[in-house]
């Protein structure tokens, strides 16, 4: 089992979003090296005492995140830093941009947007 992944009851998180947050910060502080092959869905649930279609959630979120890859029978890696997730992210950043020009808001609204919404999600230390 990955390190460090236990569940915490006092947590408001639902399990689901509680082993996508593990998963996605040991794979970002290196702790889950790229390559590194996780448990199955029913693995983990069993170690975790959950629900397969919870852990199932958390590994597609993750799949879709580009965190980790799924190579069919062969199992589901953590992916190449550096990888899917920062490809998205520019994706992502270059279709806020052509819809905020599209709805006619200047540079300095549409980093002000954006910062409101990084600030929610993150807080003010993130």
Same mark, same amino acid.
């Given at each position: 089992?990955?390190?460090?992944?236990?569940?915490?009851?006092?947590?408001?998180?639902?399990?689901?979003?509680?082993?996508?947050?593990?998963?996605?910060?040991?794979?970002?502080?290196?702790?889950?090296?790229?390559?590194?092959?996780?448990p199955?869905?029913?693995?983990?649930?069993?170690?975790?005492?959950?629900?397969?279609?919870?852990?199932?959630?958390?590994?597609?979120?993750l799949?879709?995140?580009?965190?980790?890859e799924?190579?069919?029978?062969?199992?589901?890696?953590v992916?190449?830093?550096?990888?899917?997730?920062?490809?998205?992210? $520019? =994706?992502? *950043?270059? #279709?806020y &941009? +052509?819809?905020?020009?599209?709805l /006619?808001? !200047?540079?300095? $609204? =549409?980093? *002000?947007? #954006?910062? &409101? +919404?990084?600030?929610?999600?993150? /807080?003010? !230390?993130?």
């Amino acid at each position: 089992m990955p390190p460090n992944l236990a569940l915490d009851p006092e947590d408001p998180a639902p399990p689901y979003e509680q082993v996508y947050a593990r998963i996605a910060e040991q794979a970002r502080s290196g702790a889950l090296p790229a390559g590194h092959r996780l448990p199955t869905v029913r693995g983990l649930a069993g170690e975790l005492g959950l629900a397969p279609n919870t852990v199932a959630k958390a590994y597609r979120a993750l799949e879709a995140d580009g965190v980790i890859e799924t190579r069919g029978r062969h199992g589901t890696f953590v992916a190449a830093a550096g990888g899917t997730a920062e490809r998205e992210a $520019a =994706a992502a *950043a270059r #279709a806020y &941009a +052509a819809r905020v020009r599209r709805l /006619g808001l !200047d540079r300095s $609204a =549409a980093l *002000a947007a #954006a910062d &409101a +919404a990084l600030e929610a999600e993150y /807080g003010q !230390d993130g």
